[in-house]
C-alpha cells in the first residue's frame, strides 16, 4: 500500500532576502514500512551555491517510532548538474510514541554519505546515514533509494527506505513523495 504526498507551500525566502545562489528545498513523503505501518516524512533543505546544504528532516510511523535529526554538509561535486556527491554529519533525537517505554527519547549523532544522477528531468539518488542513539550499542543506519521525475521546480519522486534501528530489526518499505525547489 501505498500513501501519496500532500504538495507543501513556502514561506521560506520570499522577498529581498532571498539569494539567487540559494536554493531551499521543501518534501514531504507518506510509504508502508513493513513492521511499523504507514510512516510520513518531511523535510527542508538548504542548498548555498551547490556547494554547502543544511538539512533538517522528520518522520514518524503509526508503529509507534519517531526521528528528527539536522544534517549540515557539502555537495563535493557542488558545480555539476549531472552527479552530486554529498557528505554530511548530523545531530538529532529519535524515540517512541509509547510514554511507557524506559527511554522514549535517545539522542543521535553521525553521519551521510549521499550520491546522485542527474539525466535530464530523470533524477536518481542513493543516500546513507550511519548514527548512534543513546550508548554506542544501539546503532542507526538508513538508506534510502530514490527515483524521480521533475517538472519545472517540483520533483515527484518513488522510493525505497530501509532502516535498521538495531542489531536484528529490519524495517524499511516503498513510498511515493513529492518536493520542491524554491
Same mark, same amino acid.
Given at each position: 500500500?501505498?500513501?501519496?504526498?500532500?504538495?507543501?507551500?513556502?514561506?521560506?525566502?520570499?522577498?529581498?532576502?532571498?539569494?539567487?545562489?540559494?536554493?531551499?528545498?521543501?518534501?514531504?513523503?507518506?510509504?508502508?514500512?513493513?513492521?511499523? $505501518? !504507514? /510512516? @510520513?516524512? =518531511? +523535510?527542508?533543505?538548504?542548498?548555498?551555491? #551547490?556547494? *554547502?546544504?543544511?538539512?533538517?528532516?522528520?518522520?514518524?510511523?503509526?508503529?509507534?517510532?519517531?526521528?528528527?535529526?539536522?544534517?549540515?554538509?557539502?555537495?563535493?561535486?557542488?558545480?555539476?548538474?549531472?552527479?552530486?556527491?554529498?557528505?554530511?554529519?548530523?545531530?538529532?533525537?529519535?524515540?517512541?510514541?509509547?510514554?511507557?517505554?524506559?527511554?522514549?527519547?535517545?539522542?543521535?549523532?553521525?553521519?551521510?554519505? $549521499? !550520491? /546522485? @544522477?542527474? =539525466? +535530464?528531468?530523470?533524477?536518481?539518488?542513493? #543516500?546513507? *546515514?550511519?548514527?548512534?542513539?543513546?550508548?554506542?550499542?544501539?546503532?542507526?543506519?538508513?538508506n534510502d533509494w530514490r527515483l524521480g521525475y521533475e517538472l519545472g521546480r517540483t520533483q515527484f519522486f518513488g522510493q525505497y527506505v530501509r532502516f535498521n534501528p538495531g542489531e536484528t530489526r529490519v524495517v524499511g518499505g516503498f513510498g511515493l513523495g513529492m518536493s520542491m525547489t524554491f
Open positions: 500500500m501505498f500513501l501519496a504526498a500532500a504538495g507543501l507551500s513556502a514561506l521560506l525566502l520570499s522577498g529581498p532576502a532571498a539569494r539567487a545562489d540559494t536554493d531551499v528545498i521543501l518534501e514531504a513523503y507518506g510509504q508502508q514500512l513493513t513492521g511499523d $505501518g !504507514l /510512516g @510520513l516524512g =518531511l +523535510g527542508g533543505r538548504v542548498q548555498a551555491t #551547490r556547494a *554547502a546544504f543544511l538539512s533538517v528532516e522528520g518522520r514518524g510511523t503509526v508503529g509507534g517510532t519517531w526521528l528528527g535529526r539536522g544534517t549540515v554538509g557539502l555537495d563535493l561535486f557542488g558545480g555539476s548538474e549531472t552527479i552530486d556527491l554529498t557528505l554530511g554529519l548530523f545531530l538529532g533525537t529519535t524515540g517512541s510514541w509509547d510514554p511507557l517505554l524506559a527511554n522514549p527519547v535517545d539522542p543521535t549523532a553521525g553521519f551521510e554519505l $549521499g !550520491l /546522485g @544522477l542527474n =539525466l +535530464g528531468p530523470v533524477r536518481g539518488r542513493y #543516500r546513507h *546515514a550511519d548514527g548512534f542513539r543513546g550508548p554506542l550499542e544501539y546503532r542507526l543506519t538508513q
